[in-house]
């Protein structure tokens, strides 16, 4: 198994920057592809950026392209979310997860596809 702890959320004036990390424990972390998803109160969970657990492969939500940067240390066990230029109505719970994958390459961004999770990082964008 694969422990998930999420940081680096907080509270963030529109326009600013913050940068997410997800540490894992248990298991070797580079076999699992790693996703980050967020939630805001009374929505769904949704997909915003993914990387391939050799990390030569990165996905994004449409609204997040070009702002959202992620990226993972398969030496440190961690993945990272750098965002920049956050809009209030980004504001939602932060999750990582992932997944064991046998293909180096393959990238996943739904949620259902994703077996292990942590337990959130808040993040809140100020107008």
């Known amino acids: 198994q694969v422990q998930l702890v999420e940081s680096g959320g907080g509270l963030v004036q529109a326009g600013g920057s913050l940068r997410l990390s997800c540490a894992a424990s248990?298991?070797?972390?580079?076999?699992?592809?790693t996703g980050w998803f967020r939630q805001a109160p009374g929505k769904e969970r949704e997909f915003v950026a993914a990387v391939s657990w050799s990390g030569a492969r990165t996905s994004y939500a449409d609204s997040v392209k070009g702002r959202f940067t992620i990226s993972r240390d398969n030496a440190k066990n961690t993945v990272y979310l750098a965002m920049n230029r956050l809009k209030p109505e980004e504001t939602a719970v932060y999750y990582c997860g992932a997944r064991e994958s046998v293909f180096p390459s393959i990238l996943y961004s739904r949620s259902h596809e994703y077996n292990y999770w942590g337990q959130g990082t808040q993040v809140t964008v100020s107008s």
């Open positions: 248990g298991r070797t972390f580079s076999s699992y592809a």
